[in-house]
């Protein structure tokens, strides 16, 4: 008979800091950095599985970040909300994905910049081709008279893309 998980093993997965700080789980995590655990039999996010195990039933809620980090399994971080609750949320915080009317925060109030550790930067976001060191080659043999497209042909890259590296429009923080 397989063993049942507890909640002790779950609470051993999350780092557990001081009360104001996030909590990271340091198990599996889904490709948008949501804990992934598997509780009694049934799949969970880690951080429904934190709000279930600290304060009991979710029924359909969504259980939401205040502190936006998507890792985080500190119950004292967490609320519960409904699909409309979460989205408002989102939108608030800059993060909904069709922001073209600009009434979403941007600049210093967008989310980016007041987490800027919940960003996948550089190599660190899944879809980069180009490492932190090849970056900084392809600036450096730019301002050297090499062409865009001999950049983009050395490094199997389109040419737009050596654009917004020299443009400083992608890979900022190099």
Same mark, same amino acid.
């Given at each position: 008979m397989p063993r049942r998980s507890t909640s002790e093993d779950f609470w051993k997965h999350v780092d557990i800091k001081s009360s104001n700080e996030c909590w990271e789980w340091t198990g599996a995590k889904n490709k948008l950095g949501y804990g992934r655990v598997r509780y009694h039999q049934q799949n969970w996010k880690a951080h429904r599985l934190a709000w279930f195990l600290t304060n009991g039933n979710i029924d359909d809620l969504h259980v939401c970040h205040h502190c936006d980090n998507p890792s985080c399994c500190n119950p004292s971080h967490l609320f519960l909300g409904t699909a409309a609750d979460n989205m408002r949320d989102c939108s608030e915080k800059g993060r909904h994905p069709r922001n073209t009317t600009h009434y979403l925060p941007e600049g210093d109030n967008h989310h980016s910049r007041l987490h800027p550790e919940v960003v996948a930067r550089g190599e660190k976001?899944? %879809?980069?081709?180009?490492?932190?060191?090849?970056?900084?080659?392809?600036?450096?043999?730019?301002?050297?008279?090499? =062409?865009?497209?001999?950049? %983009?042909?050395?490094?199997?890259? %389109?040419?737009? =893309?050596?654009?917004?590296?020299? =443009?400083?429009?992608?890979?900022?923080?190099?």
């Open positions: 976001n899944g %879809a980069a081709v180009l490492t932190k060191e090849e970056v900084i080659e392809i600036r450096d043999k730019r301002k050297q008279g090499r =062409t865009l497209q001999g950049l %983009a042909d050395e490094y199997s890259v %389109a040419k737009g =893309t050596i654009v917004f590296i020299v =443009t400083r429009q992608t890979w900022k923080h190099i």
